[in-house]
């Protein structure tokens, strides 16, 4: 039943998305005002007085009444009844008040007024440039700060009080640029759901304070149960180069735990010129399900030693292999790998890295390297390029079953550059000397000789259709390659893997069979093929189409394994076409077998997006396992939105995963109510909820991130 809704809901949304029906984006009236004020064209620091009486009570002391107006180069005051000492520069009204500077405006039933404070009662107020509003029994500013007595506070327009806060007293301090309540209670269309005894906010940027609670639900995943997470953060702006983040969080299946996350910005001194440091820790002291104490730890720290070197220090540390599914975090879902990474350039290259693994899965463990210095240098001339690379990689292994050892790797290369009347051409020779010192004292060397001749011609056009304005550009392009060949079944994969099922044009240079360097394949083969882009002039909107195909003169391959393999004389045809107008993407890739007609991969992603919120998305990949992605969003009124996400394995008939959501926004608040199934793990199935008031916080700003993650080529659409 739930399949068949969910698919009931993205047909809803694919149908709605491509209908006329045009929903207008709400604008949001930023420019409130209490009453109409305008400010003294004089700036001499004197003012305009308007009043149909005045009366001189004392020397120095004027009786103003009827219609008063009061007008500087930054103050405008109103009333029927006000009171100005020249000797002490201060103005009284014992009447219901109008008021405005740069900073504020406000009703009032009094007020007491000179340059550096203001006190009075039973406001109505705007702060301008914080764009807050409220009300308060009793307000005081001066330069610095500006207390409220009574208040309620909100961001939301005039006339609208979706949420608000309420308190026995407000502060908002300018010079700390924080705002604080006491006794505070957030209502929501008039209800409240949150007391805090303090609550403190950043006014603009960042600072200290207590941020919305989130909750969510997830599976356990032994035992199928629903479960709740409540967390609870508070952020430390300790300095303006450093902050920490505490989130207390509760599990109701397995208990208490505290996140922090500590990052600090270096300054230059005698040893570095900047760095920075970013320490992420997870601990919880008494897991009820396993009753041990359970952690995990990302800590880092970046240093730029000068203009030309950098150290890089990593230490990844978990307590457990299940602390990830455990916990529903992304942190340990792999092995983990801890490092000091450093790096020097200049006119050579020079790093250093040392690297030590835990393993979390045994089966996606491989080595890891302790150590591996690598050392490169280019040098360019009229004549001739050259370039010399050497590294030497310690491989160690977790797993038993993986031979260990030490690899030395020297490349030398040489290149040279021609231009022949529009056909370029860059003849290369390289030679690859490779040493093994494996265990049980295995030594195995390897040199590979290859040679390199690409080629290529750019030709370019202008024309019109009617009075649309194009540039097109076609470049044919050849490559020649020559590899020797080695079987290399001896040899161990410390750092290779096969590149497959992956759609690339044979003429482009770096185009391999293998990741790493463990095996380097034969090559005797001419590739061709060309790309064509056709630009709108005033649009930009892009045409690109490209294809290749490649010739094999030696059909003698290996594989990873080393193994000796035979391919043919003619490679598949490889097509890729980008379409790129205003509201539509269309990219596409083909790989078309010659010999049998059939096309043996392809991948399409289709993308349309008229306007933020407004979305549809299809991304269909058919490689050795077949899959589809749906996502779409939908404003169904100018303030709600429907939007979804399916990962769909054709392959084995399932969703893998599976989102849909609702999100609400105004201009004051926004709320998103996301549902999430995970096939392949139930700890990340759940439902999520993540609350904004705007100018103020966000209950749980990474669903917002985790959005992203499930819908491809994701837009505009919440990013706050």
Known sequence: ????????????????????????????????????????????????????????????????SGDVKIKSSNVFISGNDISINKTNETITSFSPINFKNNELEFTASNLTYNKTNIDASDTEFIFNQLQYRGSAEKLNTSDIAKKLSGASI??????????IIEADSIYIDNANNTGSAKNAKIKLFGIPIFYFPELSWVLSGRGSGFLIPSISTYKNYLTGSSETKLSVPYYFNIAKDKDLLIDLTNYSDRGASIYSNYRQLLSQ??????????????????????????????????????????????????????FSKDFHTDTASENLLSYIDYNYYDDFEFSLRVENEQVVDSSSSSYFKAPEISFSKQVNSESINSKFEFNSSKFK????????????????????KYNLGGLSLTPTISENFTNYQLQSDTKIDRSISSFYLPASMEFQRNFNIGKKYFNQSFSPKFLYRFTDFESQSSIPNFDTNSLTSQIYHFYDTDNKDFTGIDKINAENSLSYGFETNIVNVDTNNLINFGVSQKINFNKKKIDLLGNTLFTDNFSNIFFTSD???QEINLSSAFSHNPYNGN???????????????????????????????????????????????????????????????????????????????????SSRSGLSFEFVFKELVSTSPSLTNRIKAEIPNFLKLYDY
């Open 1 to 64: 039943m739930y399949k068949n809704y969910f698919a009931s809901s993205l047909c809803l949304i694919v149908f709605a998305t491509f209908s006329e029906l045009l929903i207008a984006e709400e604008k949001c009236d930023l420019s409130q005002k209490l009453f109409d004020a305008s400010f003294s064209k004089i700036s001499n620091g004197t003012y305009e007085i308007e009043a149909n009486q005045s009366l001189i009570e004392k020397k120095d002391i004027f009786r103003l």
């Open 154 to 163: 909100t961001s939301c327009p005039l006339l609208d009080n979706d949420w």
């Open 269 to 322: 001194n005698e040893f570095w010129e900047e760095g920075k440091i970013d320490l992420i820790n997870e601990y919880i002291a008494h897991d009820k399900l396993t009753n041990n104490a359970r952690w995990f730890s990302n800590n880092e720290i970046q240093l730029k030693l000068n203009q030309n070197s950098n150290l890089v220090l990593n230490n990844k540390r978990v307590s457990d292999i299940n």
């Open 397 to 416: 292994s977790k797993i038993t079953e993986n031979k260990e050892g030490l690899r030395n790797k020297l490349d030398i290369e040489f290149s040279k």
């Open 579 to 581: 379409i790129n107008f």
């Open 599 to 681: 096309m043996q991969e392809s991948s399409i992603s289709i993308n349309y997006s008229p306007y933020v919120n407004k979305f549809f998305g299809i991304d269909h990949i058919n490689n050795e396992d077949k899959s589809i992605v749906l996502y779409a969003g939908y404003p169904i009124t100018s303030e709600i939105s429907f939007f979804g996400s399916m990962n769909r394995n054709l392959s084995l008939s399932k969703n893998e995963k599976e989102m849909y959501g609702l999100s609400y926004e105004n201009c004051c608040w926004e709320a998103k109510l996301v549902k999430f199934n995970d096939s392949n793990d």
